[in-house]
C-alpha cells in the first residue's frame, strides 16, 4: 500500500503565478482534505472534498480551488501567488463513506513563492 | 468555534525517561476526537494516538498514553521510555463527530527533543 502521495515535494513560483498541487489517497479511502501549514505553526484546513465534492471549508479566499476526481485523487490550485502562500501543503485522505474518520498524510508538498 | 492550544513550544527529554506533552482545546461540541500527530523532518504527519470523547477511559498505545480530562478541556500526552526516535514535532488536534466532522483544528505543536 503506497499511503498517500503527493506530487511534487518540492516547488518554486513567482507572485502572481497560479499553482497545481497533487494528491493520491491511500488505497481504500475516498476522502481527501487539504491543509497549509506555514513554517512554526501547525496545519490549518483549507478544504475537503468527497464524492466530487467540496465538502467543508476553511478559512481560505477564493484563489485557492480544488478538484476531486472519480479515482479519488485531488488537486489543489492557488492563483494569484502571494509571498505568504509559501508553505508546506498537506493532503490527508480517510473514508468517510465508511464512516472511518482516521485521517492518513502525505508528506506535503513545500512550495516556495518568491 | 473551536481551538487548540499547545502551551509548551519545546520539551526535552532523557532517553528512557518521560515526559508529558500538554493541550488543551475549546469547544461547545460534547462528543468529538482528539488526537496526537508526530512530525518527524520527514515532515510526514503520523498519528500517535486518538480518543473519543465519550469514552471515559484514557486511550493508550505502547509507550504512549494520554490524561484526557473532559471536563477541563485537557488532553495530555505522557511518552515513557523516550527513545531517540521520539524526536519530532508533536501536534495535539480536535475533529468534532457530527459538526465539521471532515475539519480537523491543529495547536501549533511542541518540539520534542531526546538526549542521549
Known amino acids: 500500500d503506497a499511503g498517500v502521495t503527493q506530487s511534487p515535494t518540492h516547488l518554486i513560483k513567482t507572485r502572481g503565478q497560479q499553482v497545481t498541487l497533487r494528491c493520491s489517497p491511500k488505497?481504500?479511502?475516498?476522502?481527501v482534505s487539504w491543509y497549509q501549514q506555514a513554517l512554526g505553526q501547525g496545519p490549518q484546513f483549507i478544504f475537503q472534498y468527497y464524492e466530487e465534492e467540496e465538502r467543508q471549508r476553511g478559512n481560505f479566499p477564493d484563489r485557492f480551488s480544488g478538484h476531486q476526481f472519480p479515482n479519488y485523487s485531488s488537486e489543489l490550485n492557488v492563483n494569484a501567488l502571494l509571498l505568504g502562500d509559501s508553505a508546506l501543503y498537506l493532503c490527508?485522505?480517510?473514508?468517510?463513506?465508511?464512516?472511518?474518520?482516521?485521517?492518513?498524510f502525505g508528506q506535503g508538498t513545500r512550495l516556495t513563492v518568491v | 468555534a473551536q481551538t487548540v492550544t499547545q502551551s509548551q513550544p519545546e520539551m526535552s527529554v532523557q532517553e528512557a525517561e518521560t515526559v508529558t506533552l500538554s493541550c488543551t482545546y475549546d469547544?461547545?461540541?460534547?462528543?468529538?476526537?482528539l488526537f496526537w500527530y508526530k512530525q518527524p523532518p520527514s515532515r510526514q504527519m503520523i498519528l500517535v494516538i486518538r480518543?473519543?470523547?465519550?469514552?471515559?477511559q484514557n486511550a493508550t498505545e505502547n509507550r504512549f498514553s494520554v490524561n484526557f480530562q473532559k471536563a477541563a478541556k485537557s488532553f495530555s500526552l505522557k511518552i515513557s521510555d523516550s527513545q531517540l526516535g521520539d524526536a519530532a514535532m508533536y501536534f495535539c488536534?480536535?475533529?468534532?463527530?457530527?459538526?465539521?466532522?471532515?475539519?480537523?483544528?491543529f495547536g501549533d505543536g511542541t518540539t520534542l527533543t531526546v538526549k542521549p
Open positions: 469547544t461547545s461540541e460534547s462528543d468529538y476526537y
Open positions: 488505497s481504500g479511502h475516498d476522502t
Open positions: 488536534a480536535y475533529r468534532g463527530k457530527y459538526t465539521n466532522a471532515g475539519k480537523s483544528t
Open positions: 480518543q473519543e470523547a465519550y469514552k471515559q
Open positions: 490527508a485522505s480517510s473514508s468517510l463513506g465508511s464512516g472511518d474518520t482516521e485521517a492518513f
